[in-house]
């Protein structure tokens, strides 16, 4: 008796866990309010992403990085096809033209007064060395040109390059017939006559002429031509020769005889036409001579 009761006891209890197994697998929905029974009132750690603090601005990139610089100057001349060079408070200064900028120059003459926009960009493995690449190049408002003569500074020091190796000389301002420029001590300068010839062999000598606001270039360019076919054969220097000796030049003829060079140049300074005769031996100054009077030609300035 007492085991048919303990079977229908445990028959009693296996139904029991049945029907709990079953409710289990229907999650039924909770009273609200209620908590839920069985292991289901544990506590759950969320998955969500907590509310996040305010988020820190994002490191700059390098465009964002990039700072436009704002310049003025005067405006030297064109090194090579894409690279100008400006004084500025720095003293002269290289640029790239950057996008936009690469027919500038032709807008420009030697000695006008520009501004300018231009970014730094670092070259080189070790980081040290800076490019500067123009985004504006153009013409101060009002088109003013370089300060007159009188606004120039007593001396300036150029870098030349003499025997292969980069120097830094000083020359001192001295007055022409209408004219300014810088003369180096090598050089004596007779302003009634516009002659700078070295002092240690006066056969090298340059002689700057101011021109009439009317002048002819093409007859100037037939008479040198004819001047100088007595030394030897005329050569006429390619716009890109020219501007390695010196900027605004728009004539350049030389002729090479024995033992000697000698040349005809028409130099324009803010509208204003000089012709310049050179007289180049072939002997032992030959090699200083070049750097130093292309140097003084090109700091010729309007008074």
Not at 3 to 16: F, G
Not at 86 to 100: C, M, Q, R, S, Y
Request: with cysteine; net charge negative; charged share 20%.
């Amino acid at each position: 008796m007492r085991s048919q009761r303990s079977l229908t006891a445990i028959a009693a209890v296996a139904v029991l866990m049945l029907a709990l197994t079953a409710c289990g697998g229907n999650h039924p929905a909770e009273a609200p309010g209620l908590p839920s029974a069985g292991p289901s009132s544990a506590p759950v750690e969320s998955t969500a992403a907590p509310s996040p603090s305010p988020a820190l601005p994002p490191s700059p990139t390098g465009a964002a990085e990039t700072q436009v610089i704002q310049g003025s100057g005067v405006y030297i001349g064109q090194i090579d096809n894409h690279s100008v060079e400006i004084e500025t408070e720095e003293g002269p200064t290289a640029f790239e033209l950057g996008a936009g900028t690469e027919d500038a120059p032709e807008l420009l003459e030697m000695d006008d007064a520009v501004v300018f926009a231009y970014v730094e960009k670092v070259v080189g493995s070790d980081g040290t060395a800076v490019q500067r690449v123009l985004s504006s190049l153009s013409k101060a408002e009002g088109g003013g040109a370089a300060p007159a003569a009188s606004a120039l500074p007593d001396t300036q020091t150029f870098r030349l390059t003499l025997e292969g190796m980069e120097e830094e000389k000083t020359a001192a301002l001295a007055e022409g017939e209408g004219y300014s420029l810088y003369v180096f001590d090598i050089f004596s300068f007779d302003a009634a006559s516009g002659k700078l010839a070295m002092k240690v062999d006066p056969g090298y000598y340059a002689e700057i002429i101011k021109l009439p606001a009317d002048f002819d270039l093409d007859a100037i360019e037939q008479e040198g031509k004819a001047e100088l076919a007595a030394t030897g054969k005329v050569t006429a220097l390619t716009r890109e020769e020219r501007d390695r000796r010196m900027s605004g030049i728009r004539l350049y003829l030389t002729a090479m005889g024995s033992g000697l060079t000698r040349q005809v140049a028409v130099k324009e300074v803010d509208g204003q036409g000089y012709l310049i005769r050179l007289n180049i031996p072939q002997r032992e100054a030959s090699e200083g001579f070049g750097p130093h009077v292309y140097a003084s030609l090109d700091s010729l300035v309007n008074q």
